[in-house]
C-alpha cells in the first residue's frame, strides 16, 4: 500500500510540472482544431476547379484558365482577419516563387483594398475584390483564410483554411509541378 501512495504523489508531482501542463494544453487544443477543422472547411470545391474571370482592384483582368501549365495559389483572405494578418508576408512570399491570385472577402471597396495593399506592401495586381463573396462561394470556403492550391491543370490538390505557413504552400505548390 505505502508503494501505491508513492507512486500516486510522483504522478501528480509529474502532471505538476509546467513543461508538462504546457504539453497537455498543447495537445487538448490541437485535438480541438481538428475536431473543428472539418467545419471550418465546409463544403469546399474538390477536383477542377471552379473557373472564373475577375478584375483586380489594379484594372487588370484575371482568368482562372490562363494559369493552366503550372501550380496556382488561390488564396481567400480579408483586411479585418487577424489570421490574414498573421500570414501576409507569408503569402507575398510564396508569390515570388508561384503564381497567386488573393481573394479579397468583405473587405471594403477597391480604393480601400488599394491602400491596405500600399500600407502593408502587397501585390496589388494580383488582388481581386470578392465584395459580394461570390468566388468565395464558388470554392465553398466559409472562412477566412483559406488556400486552395491548383496543379498545372487547374485540379485542386491541396485546401488549408486557417493559418499556414510559406513554407508549407511552397512545398506543396513545389510538389505540383
Known sequence: MPHQK??????????????????????????IFLVLRPFMQGDVAQGQAPSFIAKTITGE??????????PVLIHFW???????????????EVAKSYK?????????TDEELLAYAKENNMVASTIINDSDSKLMQLYGAKAVPAS???????????????????????????SLK
Open 148 to 174: 486552395f492550391m491548383l496543379d498545372k491543370n487547374g485540379e485542386i490538390k491541396f485546401i488549408e483554411v486557417g493559418f499556414t505557413t510559406s513554407y508549407g504552400l511552397k512545398t506543396r505548390l513545389w
Open 61 to 70: 483582368t484575371i482568368n482562372l484558365a490562363d494559369f493552366k501549365g503550372e
Open 6 to 31: 508513492q507512486q500516486s504523489t510522483q504522478y501528480k508531482a509529474f502532471f505538476k510540472k509546467n513543461w508538462v501542463q504546457n504539453i497537455l494544453w498543447l495537445l487538448a487544443l490541437l485535438a
Open 78 to 92: 480579408a483586411t479585418w482577419c487577424p489570421i490574414c494578418e498573421l500570414e501576409l508576408d507569408g503569402i507575398e
Open 100 to 108: 497567386l491570385i488573393k481573394i479579397a472577402t468583405n473587405s471594403g
